[in-house]
């Protein structure tokens, strides 16, 4: 892909009209350029003085969908969404200092779940930074905020130099692209409009050991032959890296069975009949911790391991049986295989021949929902977290194709016995108020209605933003768990007492917000709501009130095994 604009004109006058278009392409115009080539569509923001003149020139532009949002971090969770559900670019477009600042927590989560954003920032321009006087928004430095966003994204640049402009942005997106983690750029005022030299180099090269790759490849498929009872774990990078379709073939060319990790929820088909749920070490049902736990060779593709990537007990999966691949490394027990890249380990496995295995038994299916409460359950019966997640799993079931977007906190442990095909979740960095504004971006850019899930506390820090839906033709179906305080939190310690939410009166605000509000007391009417708020073509939300206490047996596991742990360590 040519970061330069080349044409082959029919005449003279063509070419030299060509070259003067390159000789003027301002720093904006090439940028834009970029991104469109790059397959950016829409672009998150939220106005402010030092990025006005990149609002005008995007405006001018006029390819771009800019969506408008109320409150910076809601602008990176978006971009967020839209990155992960169309696998491509998520860009946002903020002011300087106190807009870039305040959306550093969104783009650190996109960072440590590896989520392609573009963070445009705008800047002082190079005239104030000469005349040495402080600026509005600055903090210790004008170079602050580009410090900030070194820890939080693999690129960053001040486009503030007519000569370089152009290689940063080049190598910015290339970077985003590859390495699948959040870029920073920021932009001058005074640099919008002005014209930029070409650049001088269009792409990064990430070194690649071929020996590594065939190294890894041959350890891996001997220990797989070798096993009696092996097992692959997919983990999101599988997703990042768009590998999806090839790691559905190696592992049915294997068939053995196939668990996600928390974060890898929905990378593999659910309702693939290989797949035999979501592991979480000790939390997982028992037929599932025998899968994984009694097999000899587990490989895990696609992430690293984390205090949630396994659940609070990836100890159980030792060096003696765990094979790693994640994004470009190999790890089987003291071997390291570096500059292996994921998508060539798996392209070598499926082409590898002397990795077809002996015919397996049916793989042991463990027990991906629980069993259907809601027939032996009054109608008038109190809802409870079991009825929500029974009733979920219905509608995904007839609904399959919907995504499901997943905020942190019981919502998300609840998750891993809903049996969707794609969720989009802040598993591992755990952030909350995701869900709301990436189920935004998911649905403006990826053209599907999401149904989320989430509680009232993280929807008090950014559920306000469904009032922009009406605007963008989003209409997603919330359903919100209401028990007026931080349940997963207050499960660690059942006696706080700082765990208090303010109530909001959620489905008036969901009604005086351009959509419709429903109010679940009982498991019939959640199961009601659900789906009269499908066929309703506003915005959605079910309040769904839950007695405090009532928590998924998942989160219950989680933070018996999490004590356990901790008051190990500390001993």
């Known amino acids: 892909m040519p970061c330069w604009p080349t044409t082959v004109a029919s005449s003279a006058g063509g070419a030299q009209r060509d070259a003067a278009i390159i000789d003027h392409m301002t720093l904006g115009t090439f940028l834009f350029d970029q991104l469109w080539k790059h397959g950016v569509r829409d672009i998150f923001g939220l106005p402010g003085d030092f990025a006005l003149n990149l609002f005008e020139a995007l405006e001018r532009d006029g390819r771009f969908r800019v969506v408008r949002l109320s409150h910076e971090p809601a602008v990176g969770f978006a971009a967020d969404g839209s990155a992960r559900i169309t696998n491509g670019l998520g860009v946002c477009l903020v002011t300087y200092g106190a807009g870039g600042l ?29 005349a040495g006087i402080h600026v509005h928004h600055e903090v210790k430095s004008f170079e602050s905020q580009f410090k900030v966003y070194q820890e939080v994204t693999e690129y960053c640049a001040i486009l503030d130099d007519p000569k370089t402009a152009a290689s940063h942005v080049c190598r910015a997106l290339d970077t985003a692209r590859k390495l699948s983690r959040p870029v920073y750029l920021e932009v001058p005022r005074d640099m919008v409009s002005t014209e930029v030299a070409p650049p001088d180099d269009e792409r990064i090269e990430l070194a690649t050991d ?44 294997l068939g053995v069975p196939v668990a996600s990790s928390f974060l890898g929820r929905g990378v593999f088909p659910t309702r693939h009949p290989q797949f035999v749920g979501t592991y979480l070490g000790v939390v997982s049902p028992p037929t599932l911790r025998d899968v994984i736990e009694g097999s000899d060779c587990v490989l895990l593709v696609g992430e690293l391991i984390s205090d949630t990537s396994l659940g609070v007990s990836a100890h159980r999966l030792s060096e003696s049986n765990l094979l790693i691949c994640a994004a470009r490394d190999v790890f089987i027990g003291h071997h390291r295989y570096q500059n292996a890249p994921l998508d060539q380990v798996v392209h070598n496995l499926l082409n590898a021949p002397a990795l077809t295995v002996a015919a397996r038994t049916a793989p042991v299916r463990a027990v991906l929902a629980p069993p259907a409460r809601l027939a032996s359950t009054p109608d008038d019966a109190p809802v409870t977290i079991a009825h929500v997640i029974d009733v979920i799993n ?11 977007v997943c905020d942190t906190g019981d919502c998300l442990f609840a998750a891993v016995e809903i049996r969707a095909n794609e969720c989009v979740a802040p598993a591992y960095y755990a952030t909350m108020g995701f869900a ?41 179906v919330i359903v919100l768990l209401n028990n007026q305080r931080w349940e997963m939190l207050q499960a660690f310690f059942p006696h706080a007492t700082y765990n208090e939410v303010t109530p909001w009166p959620y489905a008036a605000l969901a009604d005086l917000w351009g959509g419709r509000g429903f109010e679940a007391r009982t498991a019939n009417e959640l199961r009601t709501a659900v789906a009269a708020a499908w066929l309703d073509e506003r915005t959605t939300l079910i309040q769904v009130e839950l007695a405090r206490g009532d928590i998924s047996p998942v989160l219950r596991g989680f933070v018996a095994a999490f004590k356990r742990q901790a008051l190990d360590s500390r001993s």
């Open 102 to 130: 305040n959306m550093v927590n969104s783009v650190a989560c996109a960072y440590a779940e590896e989520s392609p954003l573009v963070v445009l920032s705008g800047g002082p321009g190079r005239a104030e930074k000469r």
């Open 210 to 253: 071929a020996g590594a790759v065939d190294e890894a490849v041959a350890e891996i498929a001997a220990r797989l032959r070798a096993a009696a009872r092996p097992a692959l774990i997919v983990g999101v990078e599988v997703h990042r890296f768009r590998l999806r379709e090839s790691v559905v073939r190696l592992a049915e060319l």
């Open 394 to 404: 219905e509608f995904v079931e007839q609904h399959p194709d919907v995504p499901l």
């Open 436 to 476: 709301v504004p990436a189920a935004l971006g998911v649905q403006i850019s990826g053209g599907r209605r999401p149904l989320v899930l989430m509680g009232d506390g993280a929807f008090q820090m950014t559920g306000p933003e469904i009032a922009h839906a009406p605007a963008y033709g989003c209409n997603p």
